[in-house]
């Protein structure tokens, strides 16, 4: 056992292996497969984790999630790593040498996460002899329109060993000015949203409307729910209750039998967000009465909001404060109402969720663009706080 093994040990062994991560990154880039049908992506991971020394590798976990398993010196508790690996269906717009060969995109940084985690197992592999705990990799496909946590973990992804404690990282380009390439950006709130879409088809009877007498209006409820829930966003700005869709009818002179609306609810806070979800319910279903209809509810997404543990992220930071005791870990400040996976995790563990700014030079393209890209010589970083709070656990 070396002695002299300390976490800016670590952070310069992270700095000699940047080349290899930037490495992994660019093979995973050419490849992005999308939602459950990461094959090659697979592939790729469990080769990399045999050459890294790595024994205790699941494959095939959900569909074509990894796990990986490596264990510490006492055991008795595990810790939980994610990264998620599926691409987009977008048409990548970049110069990069290293560009998409098959028509998808990770325009979502997922070939970053991907790239890092196993850069974190290369450094907790270099470093075996000090690893306390056992830890576990979790190779998420399908975050892209979620669904995939969920898959991996009805397959047993969080238990044998169980997860105590989990922690999953995501890129951030978005420019701001508290923030610095290489930052690693951190939240006691929720860093992603609760999302609920829906929906909702009211159910009548058909009239010409000379005998509306007749009928039973489905527009007319519809459109008194849409009235109800368009209050709620005007008068609550930390929920959003948005309808982004309304269909019914074919002419001016048939009353029809049915009438569709569609939207989203999204809130940080897990509270309002559920009482949003049952306000909604609420509104439709005495919409639906108030007219003699039935309505039916279909969800289309259904993410629940990511739970930061306080204990969890206050040893996360304290782990960053030390790396880097110049910046230190940055307080994230821009929180957006979008959804992420993790978050599913987040629930079944203590769980702490971070980003890690990588906004290139030169003009901003966000999440999700073709453009999209990441400023590769902070990838290091990453990987070595993830090891870090594996082994400093
Ligand atoms: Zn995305
Ligand atoms: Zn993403």
Not at 234 to 250: E, M, P, Q, R
Not at 251 to 261: F, G, H, L, M, V
Request: glycine fraction near 8%.
């Amino acid at each position: 056992m070396s002695v002299n093994f300390n976490i800016s040990t670590l952070k310069s062994q992270a700095e000699q292996i940047s080349e290899q991560i930037i490495g992994y990154r660019r093979l995973f880039h050419q490849i992005p497969e999308l939602k459950m049908e990461t094959i090659l992506t697979e592939q790729n991971i469990v080769k990399i984790l045999k050459d890294l020394g790595v024994t205790e590798v699941k494959q095939g976990v959900g569909g074509h999630g990894v796990i990986a398993i490596i264990r510490g010196t006492q055991g008795g508790k595990t810790i939980g790593v994610r990264a998620d690996c599926d691409g987009l269906p977008i048409k990548e717009e970049t110069d990069l040498p290293f560009k998409s060969t098959n028509g998808n995109m990770h325009a979502c940084g997922h070939d970053v996460h991907t790239a890092t985690a196993l850069g974190a197992i290369q450094l907790i592999m270099q470093n075996k002899e000090h690893l306390k705990y056992d830890v576990k990799f979790i190779f998420q496909p399908y975050e892209e329109g979620g669904g995939g946590a969920k898959l991996m973990i009805e397959d047993g992804a969080m238990q044998n060993p169980a997860v105590d404690e989990i922690i999953a990282m995501h890129v951030h380009v978005k420019p701001n000015e508290n923030y610095a390439v290489g930052d690693v950006l951190v939240s006691s709130e929720p860093t992603s949203a609760g999302i609920y879409s829906y929906e909702a088809t009211f159910e009548g009877k058909q009239a010409h409307v000379c005998e509306s007498f007749t009928a039973i209006n489905s527009v007319h409820a519809a459109c008194t729910a849409v009235a109800e829930i368009a209050k709620i966003s005007k008068s609550n700005k930390d929920i959003v209750n948005a309808i982004t869709l309304a269909h019914g009818g074919v002419r001016n002179n048939i009353i029809p039998k049915s009438c569709t609306i569609a939207g989203s609810i999204r809130a940080f806070d897990a509270k309002l967000h559920n009482g949003a979800i049952a306000k909604f319910n609420q509104i439709v279903n005495e919409s639906a009465s108030k007219f003699g209809c039935t309505v039916s509810v279909k969800k289309t997404t259904d993410l629940v909001p990511m739970n930061i543990n306080k204990t969890v992220y206050e040893k996360f930071k304290n782990i960053v404060n030390n790396m880097f005791p110049a910046r230190g870990a940055v307080e994230l400040v821009d929180r957006d109402l979008i959804g992420e996976d993790f978050a599913t995790f987040s629930n079944l563990a203590p769980a702490t969720h971070f980003f890690l700014h990588a906004k290139p030079q030169g003009e901003y393209y966000p999440l999700h663009n073709a453009k999209f890209d990441v400023d590769e010589s902070v990838l290091h970083k990453a990987s070595a706080v993830l090891a870090a709070f594996a082994l400093y656990n």
